[in-house]
């Protein structure tokens, strides 16, 4: 069963398609992997395991999955995108499977042409995330065939969602204020950062939960210096705080919360003077989600704030990105970002700061649809709690 609708995956493909019209291309191939999931997910709802894969797309014709041979069965099952050729620079290095049919990109370019016509200008999408034998083969199996680069137009069809996909954000926003309950609930003295993103992954699978956009953060005390610090033994002390965060996915598309937790449940004079700044900063970002406003000025009030109190030298991340296939893609919305926000996208505040000397690690995440009228809270709750 396909995670994406197949009417959302024409529409898609007839997207991609005027791009491709747009800059005379005959083919486009789409690369993707695990690590680089969203513009292949985009169009098959589906990613292998273990292995990577592109989809080939041309002007005219039903597209095609190339992978290795150990995902093909899984893509028959769940891809939007089922008719498949396994090639060995996707596959896993070294590893043999003697009954599977293997081939490669000169004869892809040969059945192109005889099913397509004449193949002259193929666009690349994700070229630059390719490992480098994988271009190689391609520049070689394509040979006398220009090349052209159309990442950043198609990538840009994922910055404004469909209906569609944002009933899929809202469904993981929801997933994600149940994992912020039951990881809070976790937290005491004791307890380890490992117990602690149980709780929460355990509550988003229990829910229906299709994946994770990152790995549980979980960093307690001193850990909460590494930005984005994955859940280890460590064992919660009394007198700490605890940065948590996770991304529960619906079909593909990401929820998320952040938060900064006292592990006896009530904040120090210190913490609760922390989180006061961290509120503030996320209260002037959140006053900025209004259509037609650019990233530069979006970024603008938090950032004077910041710098106003101290808090520059320890600032890694901008305040606010777009979500969607990934907790977080683009457009990003920073400091030297002209990108403007318009309405039908899917925007988080993501306030943070790292290697404070008084105040450690702290961070705060929530979403908000943008539509004609401004932000709407995909978690009334979390937006309540940081706004407050």
Not at 194 to 223: D, K, L
Not at 305 to 311: D, E, I, L, P
Request: aromatic share 10%; charged share 20%; with cysteine.
């Amino acid at each position: 069963m396909a995670y994406l609708d197949l009417a959302e995956r024409d529409r898609r493909l007839a997207r991609m398609r005027d791009i491709m019209a747009a800059q005379d291309l005959d083919v486009a191939l789409v690369y993707y992997d695990e690590f680089n999931i969203g513009n292949g997910w985009y169009l098959t709802g589906w990613c292998p395991q273990f292995e990577s894969g592109a989809v080939l797309v041309p002007r005219v014709g039903e597209p095609m999955l190339l992978g290795g041979p150990e995902s093909e069965p899984f893509a028959k099952f769940d891809s939007a995108v089922k008719d498949t050729r396994n090639f060995t620079v996707f596959m896993v290095p070294n590893e043999e499977y003697p009954n599977a049919t293997i081939t490669d990109f000169p004869a892809l370019f040969d059945e192109m042409t005889q099913r397509f016509g004449p193949v002259r200008r193929v666009g690349l999408v994700g070229g630059g995330r390719m490992p480098a034998a994988c271009y190689q083969q391609i520049v070689d199996g394509f040979e006398g065939v220009q090349l052209v680069d159309m990442t950043d137009e198609f990538v840009a069809l994922r910055f404004v969602k469909s209906p569609w996909e944002m009933e899929q954000i809202r469904a993981a926003f929801k997933l994600a204020d149940a994992s912020y309950e039951a990881m809070a609930a976790a937290i005491r003295p004791g307890v380890s950062e490992i117990e602690v993103a149980a709780a929460g992954e355990f509550a988003a699978r229990t829910a229906g939960a299709t994946g994770f956009g990152f790995s549980a953060i979980v960093g307690s005390g001193p850990r909460s210096n590494a930005v984005v610090p994955t859940a280890t033994s460590k064992r919660l002390q009394a007198g700490e705080t605890v940065m948590l965060g996770l991304a529960p996915k619906v079909a593909g598309y990401a929820g998320c919360f952040g938060d900064t937790l006292p592990v006896t449940g009530e904040c120090t004079p210190q913490q609760a003077e922390a989180m006061k700044h961290l509120k503030e900063a996320f209260r002037l970002t959140r006053e900025q989600l209004a259509p037609g406003k650019v990233g530069r000025e979006i970024d603008a009030p938090a950032r004077t704030y910041f710098a106003k109190h101290g808090f520059s030298p320890y600032l890694v991340c901008p305040f606010a990105h777009t979500i969607g296939l990934h907790e977080a893609e683009e457009p990003f919305f920073g400091p030297n970002s002209d990108h403007v926000l318009k309405p039908g996208m899917a925007v988080c505040i993501d306030v943070s700061y790292f290697g404070h000397p008084e105040y450690l690690g702290a961070r705060i995440e929530t979403g908000y649809e943008i539509t004609d009228r401004g932000a709407v809270p995909f978690s009334p709750a979390m937006d309540a709690r940081f706004s407050s």
